[in-house]
């Protein structure tokens, strides 16, 4: 039995390493001329940037984190997480609940106050069940943390409005956070948020996609790189898969790659099916790369909600992960900005995009001088977040309907079109390669 994967980020080789693994006949697609996806890093003038936006390694899901720290081996690296929310030229602890001592006093009351009082409506089935994304998250935390931080920064990383969004996936991935914890943070008792992320992993040397590549390594022969899937036929009881040049048959599929590049290959797609594969909704990333001379704050991360201080809504410090991703001496800095297809940022130059970064860096101070910085670059990612809207689980039943008659299996981040973490695209491949 042969199995063709279509696509080589994490999901697909980590499902060809677990295939493999059991004896099976695999055979990797991918489009680019490396494999890793939104995993690749790139390595410039001695420094290492994750393309797809910064990424470090945690899960709540022990298996799935020790599969990682055994291929990783002695390339990996544990680091504390020292995160923060830029929240009126104030350095927020993160998670926000987390910090809230260190709001102005004013916003402290607003957001304690305001938690408090939903709290007791909520108790006395006073508030509505919420029917949306910003529904939820004022019946969780309060108008307060809502109004300060959440729904700021979540229709800044979204692109789109959190009324429109739906609420079904957030149970579990923002936790509800316990009442004793919001009032030890209101008075200043320290308390930590997010566990199973306090503690994180990064490759020493070869950024993100240095995981990947420890993932692909057994199957390194079985991956077709600069293979862009443009059709695939059903032929007797099996497939052939071609890129317009050349055929690979398969007896099974599995793709990995956006369900929007895999529909178009598929022969007779129902236009109901096209409509709700179209309506799916997903926003785009750039990130840009920054390295300097000198140092940088000692944080891992910053989220940024406010739109003053720049188009970006996440600065991440990858050499404060390993000091081996920058030359000595030197710092650096990732920023991420996601967009929507056709919107401002879309249109920026990428000359834009660093000369507005820089200049946002500096103002904010995270950056001490423009004349520090020595390297730039800019890259985009087309497929970077699902977005739930309120049509989406309408949507995305069609088309998964449609698959699975076609006899396709999906498996990843854009082929679920579920918000996967690399975690989760790796506990996916297990759960497929154990049920074969
Ligand atoms: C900004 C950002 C930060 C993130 N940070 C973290 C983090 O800190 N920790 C974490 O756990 N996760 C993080 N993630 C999530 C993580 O990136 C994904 O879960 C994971 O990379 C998805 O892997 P995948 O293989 O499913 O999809 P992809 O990486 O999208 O891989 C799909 C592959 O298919 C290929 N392909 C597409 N079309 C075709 C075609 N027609 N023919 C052949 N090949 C094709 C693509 O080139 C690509 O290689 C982050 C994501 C983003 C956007």
Same mark, same amino acid.
């Given at each position: 039995?042969?199995?063709?994967i279509?696509g080589?980020?994490?999901?697909?080789?980590?499902?060809?390493?677990?295939?493999?693994g059991?004896?099976?006949?695999?055979?990797?697609l991918?489009?680019?001329?490396?494999?890793?996806?939104?995993?690749?890093?790139?390595?410039?003038?001695?420094?290492?940037?994750?393309?797809?936006?910064?990424?470090?390694?945690?899960?709540?899901?022990?298996?799935?984190?020790?599969?990682?720290?055994?291929?990783?081996?002695?390339?990996g690296?544990?680091r504390?997480?020292?995160?923060?929310?830029?929240?009126?030229?104030?350095?927020?602890?993160?998670?926000?609940e987390?910090?809230?001592?260190?709001?102005?006093?004013?916003?402290?009351?607003?957001c304690?106050?305001?938690?408090?009082?939903n709290?007791?409506?909520?108790e006395?089935?006073?508030?509505?069940?919420?029917?949306?994304?910003?529904?939820?998250?004022?019946?969780?935390?309060?108008?307060?943390?809502?109004?300060?931080?959440?729904?700021?920064?979540?229709?800044?990383?979204?692109?789109?409005?959190?009324?429109?969004?739906?609420?079904?996936w957030?149970?579990?991935?923002?936790?509800?956070?316990?009442?004793?914890?919001?009032?030890?943070?209101?008075?200043?008792?320290e308390?930590?948020?997010?566990?199973?992320?306090?503690?994180?992993?990064?490759?020493?040397?070869?950024?993100?996609?240095?995981?990947?590549?420890?993932?692909?390594?057994?199957?390194?022969?079985?991956?077709?790189?600069?293979?862009?899937?443009?059709?695939?036929?059903?032929?007797?009881?099996?497939?052939?898969?071609?890129?317009?040049?050349?055929?690979?048959?398969?007896?099974?599929?599995?793709?990995?790659?956006?369900?929007?590049?895999?529909?178009?290959?598929?022969?007779?797609?129902?236009p109901?099916?096209e409509?709700?594969?179209a309506?799916?909704?997903?926003?785009?990333?750039?990130?840009?790369?920054?390295?300097?001379?000198?140092?940088?704050?000692?944080?891992?991360w910053?989220?940024?909600?406010?739109?003053?201080?720049?188009?970006?809504?996440? /600065?991440?410090?990858?050499?404060?992960? $390993?000091? *081996? +991703? @920058?030359?000595?001496?030197?710092?650096?800095?990732? #920023?991420?900005? &996601?967009?929507?297809?056709?919107?401002?940022?879309?249109?920026?130059?990428?000359t834009? /995009?660093?000369?507005?970064?820089?200049? $946002?860096? *500096? +103002? @904010?101070?995270?950056?001490?001088?423009?004349?520090? #910085?020595?390297? &730039?670059?800019?890259e985009?990612?087309?497929?970077?977040y699902?977005?739930?809207?309120?049509?989406?689980?309408?949507?995305?039943?069609i088309?998964?309907?449609?698959?699975?008659?076609?006899?396709?299996?999906? #498996?990843?981040?854009?082929?679920?079109f579920?918000?996967?973490?690399?975690?989760?695209?790796?506990?996916?491949?297990?759960?497929?390669?154990?049920?074969?």
């Amino acid at each position: 039995m042969k199995t063709a994967i279509l696509g080589g980020g994490l999901t697909g080789v980590t499902l060809a390493r677990l295939l493999h693994g059991k004896g099976e006949d695999v055979t990797v697609l991918e489009q680019e001329e490396t494999i890793g996806g939104l995993c690749r890093s790139r390595t410039d003038a001695g420094f290492t940037f994750d393309i797809g936006g910064s990424h470090v390694i945690f899960s709540r899901d022990a298996d799935v984190l020790s599969f990682i720290q055994d291929v990783l081996g002695d390339n990996g690296e544990q680091r504390k997480r020292n995160a923060k929310i830029l929240y009126k030229g104030r350095y927020i602890k993160y998670p926000f609940e987390n910090g809230l001592y260190q709001l102005p006093k004013e916003d402290l009351f607003f957001c304690i106050n305001e938690f408090i009082k939903n709290l007791i409506a909520v108790e006395k089935g006073e508030v509505a069940p919420p029917e949306n994304f910003a529904e939820w998250i004022t019946y969780t935390f309060g108008k307060g943390i809502a109004e300060c931080y959440l729904i700021p920064y979540n229709e800044k990383v979204w692109k789109y409005p959190a009324a429109l969004m739906s609420h079904h996936w957030v149970d579990g991935r923002i936790p509800r956070p316990p009442v004793e914890d919001i009032i030890r943070s209101a008075v200043g008792i320290e308390t930590e948020g997010y566990v199973h992320q306090a503690v994180f992993t990064y490759p020493v040397r070869g950024g993100i996609e240095a995981m990947v590549r420890a993932i692909a390594e057994p199957v390194m022969p079985f991956i077709r790189t600069g293979f862009a899937v443009s059709s695939v036929r059903e032929e007797g009881s099996g497939f052939v898969i071609s890129d317009g040049t050349a055929e690979v048959a398969a007896d099974r599929l599995i793709s990995t790659i956006p369900l929007q590049n895999l529909l178009p290959c598929l022969e007779d797609v129902p236009p109901e099916v096209e409509a709700a594969c179209a309506a799916l909704r997903y926003n785009s990333l750039c990130s840009v790369f920054i390295g300097i001379r000198g140092e940088v704050p000692d944080f891992s991360w910053v989220y940024i909600p406010e739109t003053e201080i720049g188009i970006f809504n996440r /600065i991440s410090f990858p050499s404060n992960y $390993s000091a *081996e +991703v @920058a030359p000595p001496d030197h710092a650096s800095i990732l #920023v991420e900005i &996601t967009y929507n297809e056709g919107d401002d940022v879309s249109r920026m130059s990428d000359t834009d /995009i660093v000369g507005h970064t820089v200049r $946002s860096l *500096e +103002v @904010a101070g995270i950056l001490r001088s423009a004349a520090d #910085v020595v390297h &730039t670059g800019v890259e985009r990612q087309r497929f970077a977040y699902v977005v739930y809207d309120l049509d989406y689980l309408k949507n995305i039943e069609i088309v998964r309907d449609f698959c699975r008659e076609r006899r396709i299996a999906l #498996v990843g981040r854009f082929a679920q079109f579920e918000y996967l973490n690399m975690d989760g695209c790796i506990r996916s491949a297990m759960d497929f390669a154990g049920m074969i």
